[in-house]
């Protein structure tokens, strides 16, 4: 009896056996396991990479677009609000393809104000968020001229461009779903003058208060 039982199950083993070593050899459908199994991860990097390429995208045309309004500014002796709305339209030209209606755009004069050590005063400001003219402004200290005695020069203007852009992705995989702000400053120096004047005026103002 116990030799019967015995048998019975070294021959179950056997075909446990057996059958584990074939299932093992059996490398059919081995690819659709494998895919099933990367896909969601292949998923994620396809439309993050569209997210991401779309946000350094829209970035690289911010960088753009403000250096584009420093400098357009820069090359006027005098501006008024047809050459602004001009640079306005400009500069929703350049964003093409992405949509215009979250970009905001602002141009300033910027005087360096000696008697502070070079804070920069805004003489005018244009654009959809101008600043308070007067209000004042930390400029790179690069930018701030001084003689040999480290003391900031006289009648000193730069024209600042200031944008901001609301991204917002297709998708949302990787970049926030709400989107990010997406901002850069550029200054410029006046070229054909000390500074620009917005008319009608006609001379370079120093306002340094509000």
Do not use: H
Not at 7 to 17: D, N, P
């Amino acid at each position: 009896m116990k030799a019967g039982i015995m048998g019975r199950f070294s021959a179950l083993r056997s075909r446990c056996t057996g059958l584990l070593a074939y299932l093992a050899a059996d490398t059919r459908g081995i690819a659709a396991v494998e895919f099933a199994m990367i896909m969601p991860l292949m998923m994620v990097m396809f439309f993050g990479m569209i997210d991401v390429s779309m946000g350094v995208g829209a970035d690289r045309k911010v960088t753009m677009i403000a250096q584009s309004m420093a400098d357009l500014a820069s090359r006027y002796t005098s501006v008024n609000d047809t050459d602004v709305a001009n640079f306005m339209k400009i500069g929703d030209a350049m964003l093409t393809p992405y949509a215009a209606d979250a970009l905001t755009v602002t141009i300033s004069q910027v005087y360096l104000d000696p008697g502070a050590n070079g804070l920069g005063k805004v003489q005018w400001s244009k654009g959809d968020a101008p600043r308070d003219a007067g209000s004042s402004i930390t400029v790179p200290a690069g930018l701030i001229g001084k003689d040999a005695s480290s003391n900031v020069l006289a009648n000193q203007f730069l024209i600042l461009a200031e944008v901001t852009f609301a991204f917002k992705p297709i998708i949302g995989y990787v970049v926030p779903k709400a989107g990010m702000t997406l901002s850069q400053s550029s200054y410029t120096r006046p070229r054909q003058s000390a500074c620009v004047y917005y008319s009608p005026a006609t001379a370079c103002t120093t306002k340094t208060s509000p």
